[in-house]
């Protein structure tokens, strides 16, 4: 999966956490704190979007990236990694 789909996974989330967040585009530069997404919001974001993309993964691991850009990043070398193992 590339990174601007996992980016877009991760919009979707936010607004479903965040319905303020309906009408306005997303894109990776974004940042979720920045968009009034508090400690909560954030982690039921990072939830869901981890188990969209079936990846288990604890939540403290997430925390480095400052935006959905950083976080996506991360998110499709997890996969990436995931990959490599099984194959």
Known sequence: MDQQA??????GHAREVLPDLAAKPLGAADSLRELGANSIDRAEILMLTTATLALRVPLVALSQPRNIG??????????????????
């Open 70 to 87: 950083e976080l996506a990043e991360l998110l499709a070398r997890l996969l990436a990694e995931r990959s490599e193992r099984v194959a």
């Open 6 to 11: 996992i980016v877009d996974i991760i919009a």
